[in-house]
């Protein structure tokens, strides 16, 4: 046992050794981008996630509309299977909540008057704004959950291209290790003739440059949530400005489990790319 440990660890120092810095440096740059993207799409999603998707319609009477008529109409809706839940909104209720908007009390003060209707907020489980438009009294339907659904087709959207982009580059981390160790075997290739010469084994050989490819996917990772981190750090002394003037401290970060996914993505790949070239070139090498 205390000999296998004493190999692993001769290995891991050797591959420490060989480690091309500058090639941890590439693949940390190119792993940045899908990363950076993760960070800012998990950091968006819990807004997103308060997003009603459900199709919810704000119906607004014709002013002439009686309040009891158009309390009746909402206890009718409430009763229709389609409808998941409906709310009276009285027009002093929506002129309270429109004073409290930032910038809007003094315009609606200046109107002398309410000049907003009475309004009901039906959420549905289906897309039934054109049938809601024509029932007596309606003056307008604003259907209010179409750019959520936009929104979350746009999310879904880059969500893909971003497991594109890392399948991309993770194929690119993977050809850059390859092409390491590939350099590598060449450059020893007389040291590695003399080793399977004295009776070394493949295992002990390969060894070194398993350790070579994983510590390079290990580092260039880090160097990508490095880099991550660095730009979100940027980025939150503007959002931070921008949510506090919403009352908000919503800021940009990263989730520990992403960070280790990323890293151990890296290392895979690392490695797989070590295992393929080891697995090709080695075989070419045998003492004369």
Same mark, same amino acid.
């Given at each position: 046992?205390?000999?296998?440990?004493?190999?692993?660890?001769?290995?891991?120092?050797?591959?420490?050794?060989?480690?091309?810095?500058?090639?941890?440096?590439?693949? +940390?740059?190119?792993?940045?981008?899908?990363? +950076?993207?993760?960070?800012?799409?998990?950091?968006?999603?819990?807004?997103?996630?308060?997003?009603?998707?459900?199709?919810?319609?704000?119906?607004?009477?014709?002013?002439?509309?009686?309040?009891? #008529?158009?309390?009746?109409?909402?206890?009718?809706?409430?009763?229709?299977?389609?409808?998941?839940?409906?709310?009276?909104?009285?027009?002093?209720?929506?002129?309270?909540?429109?004073?409290?908007?930032?910038?809007?009390?003094?315009?609606?003060?200046?109107?002398?008057?309410?000049?907003?209707?009475?309004?009901?907020?039906?959420?549905?489980?289906?897309?039934?704004?054109?049938? *809601?438009?024509?029932?007596?009294?309606?003056?307008?339907?604003?259907? #209010?959950? $179409?750019?959520?659904?936009?929104?979350?087709?746009?999310?879904?959207?880059?969500?893909? +291209?971003?497991?594109?982009?890392?399948?991309? *580059?993770?194929?690119?981390?993977?050809?850059?290790?390859?092409?390491?160790?590939?350099?590598?075997?060449?450059?020893?290739?007389?040291?590695?003739?003399?080793?399977?010469? =004295?009776?070394?084994? #493949?295992?002990?050989?390969?060894?070194?440059?398993?350790? *070579?490819?994983?510590?390079?996917?290990? $580092?260039?990772?880090?160097?990508?949530?490095?880099?991550?981190?660095?730009?979100?750090?940027?980025?939150?002394?503007?959002?931070?400005?921008?949510?506090?003037?919403?009352?908000?401290?919503?800021?940009?970060?990263?989730?520990?489990?992403?960070?280790?996914?990323?890293?151990?993505?890296?290392?895979?790949? +690392?490695?797989?790319?070590?295992?393929?070239? $080891?697995?090709?070139?080695?075989?070419? =090498?045998?003492?004369?």
């Amino acid at each position: 046992m205390s000999a296998w440990l004493r190999q692993h660890r001769q290995a891991f120092a050797a591959a420490c050794r060989r480690l091309g810095w500058l090639n941890a440096l590439v693949i +940390g740059i190119a792993l940045a981008l899908p990363a +950076g993207g993760y960070a800012l799409l998990e950091s968006l999603r819990p807004a997103g996630a308060r997003l009603a998707l459900e199709p919810r319609m704000t119906l607004f009477f014709d002013a002439q509309v009686r309040r009891a #008529d158009a309390e009746a109409l909402g206890k009718r809706l409430r009763a229709d299977p389609r409808i998941a839940g409906v709310r009276f909104v009285p027009r002093e209720e929506a002129l309270k909540e429109m004073s409290a908007v930032q910038g809007l009390s003094e315009v609606i003060a200046a109107l002398g008057r309410n000049p907003l209707p009475d309004a009901l907020v039906v959420t549905s489980r289906e897309n039934i704004a054109d049938e *809601l438009a024509r029932l007596p009294g309606v003056a307008h339907v604003q259907a #209010d959950a $179409v750019w959520a659904r936009r929104l979350a087709a746009a999310a879904a959207i880059v969500e893909l +291209g971003l497991w594109l982009l890392a399948a991309l *580059l993770g194929a690119g981390l993977v050809a850059v290790t390859f092409n390491t160790i590939r350099l590598q075997i060449l450059t020893q290739r007389e040291e590695i003739e003399v080793s399977k010469l =004295i009776g070394a084994t #493949d295992a002990f050989i390969r060894r070194p440059y398993y350790y *070579l490819g994983l510590l390079q996917g290990l $580092v260039g990772g880090a160097v990508a949530l490095a880099l991550v981190a660095a730009a979100l750090a940027l980025l939150n002394r503007e959002v931070s400005v921008l949510a506090e003037s919403y009352g908000s401290s919503f800021r940009l970060g990263f989730p520990a489990e992403g960070a280790l996914a990323v890293v151990a993505f890296a290392a895979l790949l +690392g490695w797989l790319g070590a295992q393929l070239s $080891v697995s090709r070139h080695l075989r070419a =090498i045998e003492p004369t």
